[in-house]
């Protein structure tokens, strides 16, 4: 397992737009290098994050000691991934690895790797009446295994931007290169259902669920039923029974939930009482998406919190560089023992890249 040093640390760049076309004259691409203090943050201490003008730094404890040698899995996980517009064009034009050329040697070291796919992989389907509409080439599905993800959610409010058909195809071709899918399914039963992921004897739960603001269309459309392929969503009693559920079958839960308030650097109450809920209710770790910006990660209880990874792969945002991380999180039969933030800069065509990073003009 690696065990490299690095920092928790929360640096937000606000993009204007997350999901709007770049206009205008050309922006400089030239930046700073920049440098990071790097250390390890335990569990179940919760950090204390002072923050200064330059470089956030972590307050912690020291590291606990190990409590079994062999039953411990490395999991990492990333934030929305979104695979369609400009950077469809990059895998159809310089290859399916082109997305995860600078990161997927890291994602593939852990033992399990996860991510929420913030678009559907197909090549049909009817635009949903909505404002920003996503769609991946079927190659992407190639481009997700080359990267190393072992499990991927689809309990988003993009997956069904080209309907059924669309959400369809996607689980056909994550199906075609053993990537199973968690949070959105055929039918309600396996949108709801738990995905189970056993190694170095310890057997992983997971979930996911979608809570977003329905303000601008009606998501809550989108949730699947008896006979109606569609997404999970956040019912409290839907997390509670879901997560109870998997801890009779797992060592560990890690519920994914894709909820809160885009480009808000604060944890909206509505995040922290579902997230809350699936720790009291079993779970050891919750990894947010959604808002696309990092936001704080919280030890709750015995468990961990990681509200929102930001964007891990997406397009478009005017500000670059993008800050993102992958959250590295060491398990084992008690829990999570520790975890560690990768910084990852996100360049402005959508294709992350691990720190130290430089832009050259």
């Given at each position: 397992m690696r065990k490299s040093s690095l920092i928790l640390f929360l640096l937000f760049v606000i993009p204007l737009s997350a999901c709007?076309?770049?206009?205008?004259?050309?922006?400089?691409?030239?930046?700073?290098p920049i440098t990071f203090e790097l250390t390890k943050t335990p569990i179940p201490t919760s950090p204390v994050i002072t923050r200064t003008q330059s470089t956030p730094v972590i307050k912690q404890s020291p590291m606990p000691t190990?409590?079994?040698?062999?039953?411990?899995?490395?999991?990492?996980?990333?934030?929305?991934?979104m695979l369609g517009r400009?950077?469809?064009?990059?895998?159809?034009?310089?290859?399916?690895?082109?997305?995860?050329?600078?990161?997927?040697?890291?994602?593939?070291?852990?033992?399990?790797?996860?991510?929420?796919?913030?678009?559907?992989?197909?090549?049909?389907?009817?635009?949903a009446q909505k404002n920003y509409l996503f769609r991946a080439p079927l190659a992407a599905a190639k481009s997700l295994s080359y990267a190393g993800f072992d499990i991927l959610s689809l309990s988003n409010n993009h997956i069904l931007d080209y309907g059924q058909e669309g959400l369809t195809d996607t689980i056909t071709a994550l199906e075609s290169e053993n990537i199973p899918v968690v949070g959105a399914?055929?039918?309600?039963?396996?949108?709801?259902?738990?995905?189970?992921?056993?190694?170095?004897?310890?057997?992983?739960?997971?979930?996911?669920?979608?809570?977003?603001?329905?303000?601008?269309?009606?998501?809550?459309?989108?949730?699947?039923?008896?006979?109606r392929p569609g997404i999970a969503w956040a019912h409290a009693d839907r997390v509670q029974e879901g997560v109870q559920f998997a801890k009779e079958e797992a060592d560990i839960v890690i519920v994914l939930l894709h909820n809160g308030y885009e480009f808000w650097q604060k944890v909206s109450d509505r995040q922290q009482e579902i997230a809350k809920l699936a720790i009291d209710s079993g779970a050891s770790l919750v990894i947010g998406s959604h808002p696309h910006v990092l936001q704080r990660i919280e030890a709750y209880k015995d468990g961990l919190i990681a509200y929102s990874m930001g964007n891990f792969v997406f397009d478009n945002f005017l500000f670059p560089p993008n800050y993102s991380a992958i959250l590295s999180v060491e398990l084992s039969p008690e829990?999570?023992?520790?975890?560690?933030?990768?910084?990852?800069?996100?360049?402005?065509?959508?294709?992350?890249q691990i720190m130290p990073y430089t832009i050259k003009e």
């Amino acid at each position: 397992m690696r065990k490299s040093s690095l920092i928790l640390f929360l640096l937000f760049v606000i993009p204007l737009s997350a999901c709007r076309e770049t206009s205008g004259e050309p922006m400089s691409t030239a930046v700073e290098p920049i440098t990071f203090e790097l250390t390890k943050t335990p569990i179940p201490t919760s950090p204390v994050i002072t923050r200064t003008q330059s470089t956030p730094v972590i307050k912690q404890s020291p590291m606990p000691t190990s409590t079994s040698s062999s039953q411990h899995v490395t999991l990492m996980a990333v934030g929305d991934i979104m695979l369609g517009r400009s950077i469809a064009d990059l895998i159809l034009n310089e290859g399916y690895q082109a997305p995860f050329a600078f990161t997927a040697d890291t994602l593939s070291s852990a033992d399990v790797t996860i991510g929420n796919l913030e678009c559907p992989i197909s090549n049909r389907g009817k635009a949903a009446q909505k404002n920003y509409l996503f769609r991946a080439p079927l190659a992407a599905a190639k481009s997700l295994s080359y990267a190393g993800f072992d499990i991927l959610s689809l309990s988003n409010n993009h997956i069904l931007d080209y309907g059924q058909e669309g959400l369809t195809d996607t689980i056909t071709a994550l199906e075609s290169e053993n990537i199973p899918v968690v949070g959105a399914g055929l039918d309600a039963n396996q949108a709801y259902a738990p995905q189970f992921i056993e190694h170095n004897g310890l057997k992983l739960a997971f979930l996911s669920y979608v809570d977003v603001p329905t303000t601008d269309f009606d998501y809550l459309s989108w949730e699947a039923g008896d006979e109606r392929p569609g997404i999970a969503w956040a019912h409290a009693d839907r997390v509670q029974e879901g997560v109870q559920f998997a801890k009779e079958e797992a060592d560990i839960v890690i519920v994914l939930l894709h909820n809160g308030y885009e480009f808000w650097q604060k944890v909206s109450d509505r995040q922290q009482e579902i997230a809350k809920l699936a720790i009291d209710s079993g779970a050891s770790l919750v990894i947010g998406s959604h808002p696309h910006v990092l936001q704080r990660i919280e030890a709750y209880k015995d468990g961990l919190i990681a509200y929102s990874m930001g964007n891990f792969v997406f397009d478009n945002f005017l500000f670059p560089p993008n800050y993102s991380a992958i959250l590295s999180v060491e398990l084992s039969p008690e829990g999570v023992e520790s975890y560690e933030l990768i910084q990852v800069v996100v360049q402005l065509n959508g294709v992350p890249q691990i720190m130290p990073y430089t832009i050259k003009e």
